[in-house]
């Protein structure tokens, strides 16, 4: 409680009027029923990138179960298969979580997108977990409430959804480079406070972690610490949000990088074809180093400075159909994406003869669209994907 007293503390000076703080209202409304929902999704994909072309149909299973009072069970699998008759089908475990959701403190462990928990990027962020979202993790949060009157206006601020967490992976790495001697994992500590004001609701995102080991000196895994901080707001049809991270503090001048992105619903605009349109940058901001392999250096190669960073974009339009519901329980999407980014700042950037030890393929795939890793060959050539689909 000491740190829900000093926050109060700081906000009380910050605001200039007496600060209530109070405990979330409780846990989450769960329904009596033993399934609280289960989706199905079943669809089509093209992907045009850095590694080739990719088409074939894909299905999602995804569950979410109520297990025993405040605990609840999640599961999404997806199984897809490229178009030729000689490829095998391939089975992937996208989440698989449980958790405990009380009045005081939410825990939760497993295989979890952790994606919209540390950034609010559709493409861009995550820059603590260098790209990656889907990771096997543990999680415990203190959520808490708190509302404060503005002086000199009508207004007043509520924020419903704050919360401190800390969080664990023990690896974040592909299967061909993991290993388990928990030396490439990470603990990260966030606060998350969300305001709306009048109409306009926004979230606050601060992240620090260090890594279990000293695995990359210009990555996250090492104990030097990595921070990140961002700002959603949302008013009406319109979003924006930014992001600024420095993924390794010992090399704070060359590991630093800021996103930002707008979204808008077009519906109106499209005559109902589109829903959404978002776009995206990632902006270098740290100096160009020869070493970094995650921002294109090349240690290996002396007095080369590899490919430095560039300004790199991302676009995505998408249209559902109705939603999901008992009445409506077929829903039709599609959607269209596109970026120029290589993948600097993830683990995608590494390839053989970017690290001094030589290392083949499997740190990471670099951020997915639709479960498709999407990555450009260059700045100057544009990687896409086209997909559509139903959800029932």
């Known amino acids: 409680m000491k740190s829900f007293a000093l926050l109060a503390a700081f906000l009380n000076l910050f605001l200039g009027k007496a600060l209530a703080i109070e ?30 072309s990719y088409y074939g149909p894909y299905a999602d299973l995804i569950f979410k179960q109520k297990l025993y009072q405040d605990f609840t069970a999640e599961l999404n ?8 008759s000689d490829d095998s089908a391939f089975l992937g475990l996208e989440t698989a ?6 009045p005081w403190v939410t825990f939760s462990g497993g295989r979890r997108d952790v994606g919209t928990f540390l950034s609010p990027g559709t493409f861009f962020g995550s820059y603590s977990t260098m790209g990656e979202r889907q990771l096997d993790s543990a999680m415990v949060t203190l959520p808490f409430r708190f509302f404060a009157e503005i002086p000199d206006a009508d207004a007043q601020v509520t924020a419903p959804y704050n919360a401190l967490s800390v969080f664990y992976t023990p690896n974040l790495f592909e299967a061909d480079q993991t290993t388990y001697a928990g030396d490439q994992g990470m603990v990260i500590g966030q606060l ?15 992240n620090y972690g260090q890594g279990t080991g000293d695995y990359f000196q210009y990555g996250t895994v090492n104990p030097s610490g990595t ?4 700002i959603a707001l949302k008013y009406g049809i319109y979003s924006i949000w930014a992001d600024y991270a420095v993924q390794s503090m010992a090399f704070f001048q060359s590991t630093q990088v800021a996103a930002g992105g707008v979204g808008f619903n077009v519906k109106k605009w499209t005559f109902g074809l589109l829903d959404t349109l978002t776009g995206e940058v990632q902006m270098p901001l740290g100096i160009g180093d020869p070493n970094n392999p995650f921002t294109g250096g090349d240690p290996q190669a002396e007095g080369s400075d590899g490919v430095t960073p560039e ?32 993948g600097d700042y993830t683990l995608a950037r590494i390839s053989q003869g970017a690290l001094s030890v030589p290392v083949g393929q499997g740190f990471g795939l670099g951020p997915k669209v639709e479960g498709l890793a999407l990555r450009s060959s260059s700045y100057n050539t544009a990687a896409g994907i086209v997909y559509a689909g139903y959800e029932f």
């Open 311 to 342: 300004l790199a974009w991302f676009g995505q339009v998408r249209k559902e159909f109705g939603a999901k519901s008992p009445n409506e329980p077929m829903r039709f999407f599609y959607g269209v994406a596109a970026t120029n980014s290589v």
């Open 77 to 84: 699998a997806r199984v897809s298969k490229g178009a030729s």
């Open 192 to 206: 998350r406070v969300k305001f709306d004001f009048d109409k306009i609701s926004f979230d606050v995102i601060a």
């Open 97 to 102: 979580s449980v958790s405990y959701v009380g």
């Open 23 to 52: 405990t979330a209202a409780g846990a989450a409304a769960l329904t009596g029923t033993a399934v609280v929902s289960q989706n199905y999704l079943v669809g089509y994909e093209w992907l045009q990138g850095a590694t080739g």
């Open 227 to 230: 921070a990140e901080g961002s």
